[in-house]
């Protein structure tokens, strides 16, 4: 149980390490149901989300803000001659792998040069790759969007989790799309501000400045105050409420207190389990004692003392719940490899966690067995003797 | 009550003496003993006095409820007198502390019961070693005296046989094994023939005779008064006083 707890948190660190502990996350976001208020659909454009002002603000008023990272998302199909990937293009700036910590793994990333004059090059995700040049090596090759056509130039590392950071900004579930990576300049030339989403049959249409703004912060221990600071900024520029702000170092947060709750409420079923499995030994103990009345009666002729009976008995029970003991860690070494191996879960034996639960059955032998052996010990030699 | 009649001659030896080479091996003074029933006390020792001379070989009798199943109790430490004196090899034991009397018992006594008291899942030979166990015997020396001893009974072929493997006549063999392991100034017998058909009784009492020739002492009780009179001395007790002692 552990084990797949220590996995699970595991995982989460994961997640924020990907997303960065020094970064914070701003999304555009459509404003709630209740202000969308048109009957005239068809002409209305949907203003909203984060602008270049914000970013400027953020940019230039906040302290400790290390670079904040400017980024548009458009869903659209990606074309290989025949072969369609529906992808969400990220137009953004050079410093998007160092800042989001995600590298190039082969080819490059686009540079100042680039983005200066709006070239029409671009980076792949790895999945996409696989889907769009099956065969073929794509670095150097075209891909088509709409009626533009980009050169690949690099090709992403895999990211480990990327559902979770890069949660599509409005469909919610579904499976990630990968990215593909733009400048940010040519996103807005070829693009402009105004978006037409295809959505349920009909068209919808939409200004959005900027989708994404990722802040990295100098210090990571300065993230939560900047992140006030940014909220703030936010809140007096913005009448809706149409931006959401992510703290990785605060999902971190919730993470572990998370894991402290699942920790808790495991230790105290084995806690409960530890007990249960106690007087367990302790009935057995007193079970045993009593059949061996006569053997305790003539060990106590024979020279032994009640310190010796106790001994026996607690050594007995000790061996009795040793051996339950070591059959656990066996179990609890051998369940979490067949949960990672068929669940697919990702579980982590600390190494100090087998130990602890062999020591731990040891004591609980002791303990429970310490009343039995006690009991044995008292006994009136004459009256052992005479048992049946 | 009358004082109990003493038979036994004197010993040459002051009564008050420590033990000496001479002196008697037990010493009762005057021993009693009672027991809480519910609010009633019924008395099954009143007031004992008895010596008992090294080397002797000794057979309790009497009647149900006379106080011998009391008094060997007493003699084995494994009861404590409610009043009077009890010197064993010129301590007195009358007064101690459980885990002395355990080490009493241990050092200086051995036992033969009625239903031979062998610990199950025991070994024969690990079976007579207990004793030695608890005396902190090295483990060599315990291996090497058990099986002298199961030797000396006759044993030798059946070391590692468990009790519920032998005869009874074997186990009790094994039982007196065991008494002797930590070579007791005294040993006890509670009906030691008492479970055992004739012939096998009677190769219980011929290793007793040959203990005797060896000089230990040995205290028997016994309803059986063939056995009894194959010892060298006869007690009869009666509503917990001596009624008679014997010397052949």
Redesign the interface.
């Known amino acids: 149980m552990l084990a797949i707890g220590e996995g699970a948190s595991f995982k989460a660190q994961e997640i924020i390490k990907t997303l960065g502990s020094q970064n914070i996350l701003l999304r555009s976001q459509k404003p709630g149901e209740e202000e969308k208020i048109s009957n005239r659909r068809d002409n209305y454009v949907l203003e909203y989300g984060l602008t270049n002002e914000d970013l400027k603000r953020i940019r230039n008023t906040i302290p400790g803000v290390e670079t904040a990272l400017p980024a548009r998302v458009i869903r659209e199909y990606v074309w290989n001659i025949a072969v369609r990937v529906d992808v969400d293009i990220v137009g953004t700036l050079p410093d998007y792998p160092v800042v989001r910590n995600h590298q190039v793994a082969i080819g490059r990333f686009f540079n100042q040069a680039d983005l200066d004059a709006a070239e029409t090059v671009c980076v792949l995700g790895t999945e996409m790759v696989q889907k769009l040049f099956p065969l073929d090596e794509p670095l150097g090759k075209d891909v088509r969007i709409g009626e533009n056509y980009y050169r690949v130039i690099g090709i992403m590392e895999p990211r480990t989790t990327g559902a979770f950071s890069e949660g599509n900004l409005e469909e919610a579930g579904g499976a990630p799309r990968d990215r593909m990576f733009i400048p940010l300049e040519t996103a807005r030339h070829r693009y402009g501000e105004v978006l037409f989403r295809r959505r349920a049959g009909s068209f919808e249409s939409e200004r959005v400045a900027l989708h994404e703004i990722t802040v990295k912060v100098v210090k990571s221990e300065d993230v939560i105050p900047v992140s006030e600071a940014i909220k703030d900024v936010l809140e007096k520029n913005h009448k809706k409420k149409d931006y959401a702000v992510v703290v990785p170092l605060e999902l971190l947060k919730k993470a572990e207190e998370t894991k402290k709750i699942f920790n808790l409420v495991l230790g105290s079923i084995a806690a409960i389990s530890l007990l249960v499995g106690g007087i367990g030994i302790m009935n057995i103990m007193l079970a045993n004692v009593t059949e061996r009345t ?2 305790i ?12 009976i106790t001994t026996q008995f607690v050594i007995e029970s000790v061996i009795l719940s040793a051996s339950g003991g070591l059959l656990g860690v066996l179990l609890g070494v051998l369940i979490p490899f067949g949960v990672s191996h068929f669940a697919g879960m990702r579980t982590i034996i600390t190494p100090g966690s087998p130990i602890l639960a062999f020591t731990i059955s040891g004591l609980i032998g002791v303990v429970f067995g310490l009343y039995p052996a006690l009991r044995a010990a008292k006994m009136d ?2 009256e052992a ?1 005479r048992h049946e | 009550m009358s004082p109990p009649p003493n038979l036994a001659p004197k010993p040459p030896a002051s009564a008050t003496s420590h033990a000496s080479a001479t002196g008697p091996i037990v010493r009762l003074e005057k021993l009693r003993k009672t027991y809480q029933m519910g609010g009633t006390s019924v008395t099954a020792l009143s007031g004992l006095s008895l010596e008992i001379l090294a080397g002797e070989y000794l057979a309790i009798m009497g009647p149900s409820g006379c106080g011998k199943s009391t008094l060997l109790n007493l003699l084995g430490c494994l009861d404590r007198p409610t009043g009077g004196q009890y010197f064993l090899g010129g301590q007195d034991v009358s007064d101690l502390d459980d885990d002395a009397l355990s080490a009493i018992r241990g050092a200086r006594l051995g036992f033969v019961f009625q239903s031979y008291n062998l610990i199950q899942q025991l070994s024969v030979v690990e079976n007579i070693e207990v004793p030695l166990f608890y005396q902190d015997c090295p483990e060599e020396q315990a291996r090497q005296i058990a099986t002298d001893l199961a030797r000396r009974v006759g044993l030798e072929t059946r070391l590692d046989h468990k009790p519920f493997e032998l005869s009874g006549g074997q186990q009790q063999r094994v039982a007196i094994a065991r008494a002797l392991a930590n070579d007791p100034l005294v040993i006890l017998a509670d009906e030691a023939t008492g479970n055992l058909d004739s012939a096998s009784g009677r190769e219980i009492l011929d290793i007793f005779d040959d203990l005797r020739q060896q000089g230990k002492t040995l205290i028997m009780v016994t309803h059986d008064l063939e056995v009894g009179e194959r010892a060298k001395r006869l007690i009869r007790l009666r509503d917990g006083e001596l009624e008679s002692d014997l010397r052949k």
């Open positions: 006569r053997e009666g003539i060990r106590r002729a024979l020279g032994a003392r009640r310190k010796d030699p004459v003797l």
